[in-house]
Each structure stands twice: as structure tokens, then as C-alpha cells.
């Protein structure tokens, strides 16, 4: 949502928890994103995780304007995955920190969690495309739509870890309810199951109708 009158622009592409309405909006389910099948399909492999099939990949963002990420948070979540790693033995553990998350949490992550999964320093290439390569399950922290949108893109079973606000935001109880609805989304419990969805692909299904619209004005 630009904030501004909408007539100030030829198209204004705008996600549906923004709730912003007008004849030249084109309403997206999450956010837009630069990836394609071909760009996640020719990432190299990065890392050597075992059993790459099983493989779950809880991605971490960090505080915000509407989430804290406190040590009793990052703990409880450090407890939750312990719980899964015993219960799925023969899965393997991908813990990918974003730009957001804080060296402390990320020190913890890897004190708490080395031993039993692969846990990002920050300090090497990045393996989030390899995650979406290859993860069969998905963790998100839920301060991130963009994280949870990118993810979605897979079709692959995806799992909130849902942070208490410290600023309710109604945008972002508007995008967890669309993405629960619509089955793409789960709260995170301490099982992991499958289940099927359409991948999304917004920029592409956006990108055919701003075509259309242009070549027909």
C-alpha cells in the first residue's frame, strides 16, 4: 500500500492483507518474490546435510516493529525443535537465520542445536535456496511474510512458530488467517505432517495480467 491515491499510478501491485482497493490494484496472495523454479533448481549445494529427502528447514527472521525476539523466545523455540529432532529421528535439521536475527540468537541456535542439526553462522554462503530446494518441511517464525511467501512457492508443507506481538499488527493476522485458510500455512505443533497445496507463483500470474492490460490499452 503506497499511502497515497492509487490514481497517482498506472498499476499498484498490493498484497491481499493490505486491504487496499481500486479498478488499477492487482491483489496478491503474500508477497512478490524473486525466485523461479530454474534459479532454485540450478542453485548449487552448499552444504552436506545427510538424508537430504527428510529434510526440515526452520527459518528464523528476528524483532520488528511488531514482534521482540526475546532469549525466552528464541529458548522456547530451541525446546520445540529438540522435541521433533527426538520424535524424527531419521530427519535432518536446516536452521537458517535471516539478516534480521541477532548474534546472540544465533550463537545460542548453535550451542543449543549444532549437535543435532545444521545451524547457519551467517558467516558463509547463504543456504536458503538450497533449503527451498530440497526442505520437505518448513518452520517459519511469523514475523516474516515475505520468508513464509517464498517458501509457499515450493507447494511443500509449512509450519508457523507464531511469536506473541508486542504491536498487534492487523496486516499480519490478515495474511496468517488468508495463508491458514487457503491450507498453505499450519501453527507449528509437535508434529509434521504433509499436506498439498497449489505452489504459489504471484509474480508470474501478475506479471501475465499487467502484460495484458498494457498490450490492450
Request: overall charge positive; aromatic content about 12%; charged content about 25%.
Amino acid at each position: 500500500n503506497p499511502k497515497v491515491n492509487p490514481n497517482n499510478f498506472d498499476f499498484v501491485v498490493a498484497p491481499n492483507h493490505d486491504n487496499f482497493d481500486g479498478n488499477n490494484i492487482l491483489k496478491t496472495r503474500g508477497a512478490i518474490h524473486q525466485f523461479t523454479q530454474k534459479k532454485i533448481n540450478n542453485s548449487e549445494d552448499i552444504i552436506n546435510i545427510p538424508n537430504k529427502d527428510n529434510l526440515v528447514s526452520i527459518i528464523i527472521g528476528g524483532p520488528n516493529q511488531h514482534y521482540n525476539f526475546s532469549k525466552k523466545i528464541i529458548q522456547n523455540l530451541i525446546d520445540r525443535i529438540k522435541i521433533l529432532k527426538n520424535k524424527y529421528k531419521n530427519y535432518s535439521f536446516c536452521i537458517v537465520p535471516s539478516r534480521r536475527t541477532d548474534k546472540y540468537s544465533v550463537d545460542l541456535l548453535t550451542k543449543e542445536l549444532s549437535n543435532i542439526a545444521f545451524v547457519w553462522n551467517k558467516q558463509t554462503n547463504n543456504p536458503y535456496l538450497f533449503c527451498l530446494k530440497f526442505s520437505k518441511f518448513f518452520i517459519v517464525t511469523s514475523d516474516s511474510t515475505s520468508m513464509i511467501s517464498e517458501c509457499a512457492f515450493t507447494g511443500r508443507s509449512i509450519y508457523v512458530y507464531h511469536l506473541p506481538f508486542k504491536r498487534i499488527s492487523s496486516r499480519i493476522i490478515n495474511f496468517h488467517k488468508e495463508f491458514e485458510e487457503q491450507y498453505i500455512t499450519r501453527k507449528l505443533t509437535d508434529t509434521l505432517d504433509i499436506w498439498e497445496y497449489s505452489s504459489l507463483n504471484e509474480a508470474k500470474r501478475i506479471a501475465g495480467i499487467l502484460r495484458s492490460r498494457i498490450l490492450n490499452k
